[in-house]
């Protein structure tokens, strides 16, 4: 587990990403406008020693991948969030399938999220209840702005996307994870328009809606949805790497959230891999709120408050037992690859602390 000031914090990462942007899966120039669009952001927010270059960017692969999560104990866990884009990419951008064989490989690690689009109708319908039988996914990752033939998006407040929730509901997937933030190329920016949560949430409260990127650059009205609906979670993926090069601005963002939301609606993610743990839960962990916005809006980025962001909140979405992983970890696989079973055991510093 990271530690921060002495103290253990276990670190779920609740939006990762298996993806395949090979020029050899691209069909439509549509999926290279949308790797160059992820690339844009990698660069804009990451360190400079820290960036990629544009080939091990397109496809890095499951061995990277597990390094980069895991190797430094910067996260413990990872949530698998798919992102079909089949319109663009042969075999698709990053799908459950793709991601399964490593949640497969390591299912302790990784929690395996699949998805629907109520476009694809009954046979759409038939696809959520093979995920569900096959892999047994608890949640699901909607792209609202995906193309899909003529259609370049959805809403989730339609009647066809309520058919979905309700089965949803009806199967036991409870978590439904929603892309609500900024467009990537070519993608259209008013399909991600959060409004459609509003609806959706409240008509189905037994769900949780996980919106990802708090909606930004929509976050005003992302916060007056989530402040109606106890059941609405923001996802700081897109959020996150503002601690980075923008800390004023990352600021203002954790300060609208905690005091709209609170403490324990608030969801820490990566966006892996986009930008990569392995240096950005240092930023959040040592990021701080200004005076002026401590001042105005009353609520800290405290130590309490990082154990809920960074893990405990989405465990409990996911009934994640926090402690019983942290005994499980001291001796799987992972922490015999990367040699960290007296980290877990004795909560020693790694170099996630360096």
């Not at 103290?7 to 939006?15: A, L, M, N, R, T």
């Not at 949530?79 to 075999?91: C, G, M, R």
């Not at 959520?128 to 096959?134: F, K, P, T």
Request: charged share 30%; glycine share 8%.
């Amino acid at each position: 587990m990271y530690q921060h000031n002495g103290e253990e914090i276990f670190v779920i990462d609740g939006h990762v990403h298996l993806w395949d942007a090979t020029e050899e899966n691209i069909k439509h120039e549509g999926g290279e406008e949308f790797i160059q669009c992820f690339y844009d952001y990698h660069t804009t927010f990451t360190p400079e020693e820290r960036q990629w270059d544009m080939d091990e960017y397109r496809e890095y692969g499951a061995d990277r991948m597990v390094e980069d999560l895991f190797g430094n104990a910067a996260a413990d866990m990872g949530i698998f969030q798919p992102t079909y884009l089949t319109d663009f990419y042969t075999e698709g951008f990053n799908t459950t399938e793709q991601n399964a064989e490593l949640a497969t490989e390591y299912p302790e690690r990784f929690v395996l999220n699949g998805t629907f689009d109520p476009r694809d109708g009954e046979e759409g319908l038939e696809y959520l209840e093979e995920l569900h039988e096959n892999y047994d996914i608890p949640g699901v990752k909607l792209y609202t702005a995906e193309w899909r033939g003529d259609s370049k998006g959805w809403r989730l407040d339609d009647e066809e996307s309520f058919e979905f929730l309700e089965t949803c509901q009806e199967l036991g997937i409870e978590n439904i994870h929603a892309h609500k933030g900024p467009t990537i190329r070519p993608l259209n920016r008013d399909a991600f328009d959060v409004a459609d949560i509003d609806d959706a949430a409240s008509s189905f409260p037994e769900l949780n809606f996980i919106v990802e990127h708090v909606g930004l650059p929509r976050l005003d009205d992302f916060c007056w949805i989530a402040a109606q609906e106890n059941n609405v979670y923001g996802g700081l993926a897109v959020a996150a790497p503002f601690a980075q090069n923008r800390p004023g601005k990352f600021s203002e963002i954790m300060s609208e959230l905690l005091w709209w939301l609170g403490e324990d609606r608030v969801i820490f993610g990566s966006d892996y891999a986009i930008w990569n743990p392995d240096w950005l839960v240092e930023e959040v962990m040592e990021a701080e709120l200004t005076q002026e916005h401590r001042a105005e809006y009353g609520v800290e980025w405290d130590l309490e408050t990082k154990k809920k962001v960074m893990g405990e909140n989405i465990a409990a979405l996911y009934d994640i037992d926090i402690e019983k992983k942290r005994r499980a970890f001291r001796d799987d696989e992972i922490s015999q690859q990367f040699d960290l079973g007296d980290h877990y055991a004795s909560g020693e510093p790694t170099a996630a602390d360096d």
